[in-house]
């Protein structure tokens, strides 16, 4: 079974800050990890997956995540916030011997300007 | 490329009707999953569609059921609706093999 924790339901940062959005994740095969962005009445737009290889992967609109295996993490990282970064975001995991995304209960960013 | 769409956008049905929504997968997908996403919560996983037969099921009941069609496209149905089904319901298509699935805009239920 797969489960995703998403650690802070409402982050707030001012424009130009560190976005810090923190995920977990519990996989009994290796994962496949995938951030996910919801603008408000929209579906769910890919930022960026992890499958193999290098462990930083680098996505859309200047945001990265790090998989750390011995933490179980994939935290979602973005030098300097942006008014325009303001939305849902939302962690997933995707066993490889399976079919379905298991999400976490998702961050909402608030950027201040 | 045209991506996922889905119709209607919106919908409001009442307790105990039957709802059909409607899936077009990116060009070139040929695997479809629908998700629900309840208000302030993560998608959940309904069921997946290959080459036209179930690929996989969540845990939701026998009344979520579904179709794909031989364009891939596919269809969500919700017999005898509950006020817990209103929700936003999601569909996402992918290549059966490559683990990224691309999703579509949503269609939002409101059952009275």
Request: charged share 15%; with cysteine; glycine share 10%.
């Amino acid at each position: 079974a797969q489960s995703v924790t998403q650690l802070g339901s409402h982050v707030s940062v001012s424009e130009g800050a560190l976005v810090l959005l923190r995920c977990n994740y519990s996989s009994s095969v290796p994962p496949y990890l995938f951030w996910y962005v919801q603008y408000p009445n929209q579906g769910l737009q890919l930022l960026l997956k992890y499958t193999t290889g290098a462990t930083l992967v680098k996505g859309i609109n200047g945001f990265e995540a790090e998989f750390k295996k011995s933490e179980t993490s994939f935290h979602l990282t973005k030098p300097s916030a942006h008014m325009s970064d303001a939305a849902e975001y939302f962690c997933a995991v995707r066993g490889n011997a399976g079919n379905m995304l298991t999400f976490g209960g998702g961050t909402r960013l608030m950027v201040k300007p | 490329e045209t991506g996922v769409t889905q119709s209607p956008t919106h919908l409001i049905k009442t307790r105990g009707q039957q709802v059909t929504l409607r899936c077009s997968s990116q060009s070139g997908h040929n695997t479809v999953s629908w998700y629900q996403q309840a208000l302030g919560q993560g998608p959940q996983f309904i069921f997946q569609y290959y080459r036209e037969e179930e690929n996989g099921r969540g845990n939701f009941p026998p009344r979520f059921s579904g179709l794909q069609f031989p364009n891939y496209s596919s269809e969500l149905n919700v017999n005898a609706l509950e006020l817990d089904d209103s929700a936003l319901y999601l569909c996402a298509s992918s290549l059966k093999g490559q683990e990224t699935q691309y999703f579509g805009p949503g269609t939002r239920l409101l059952v009275l």
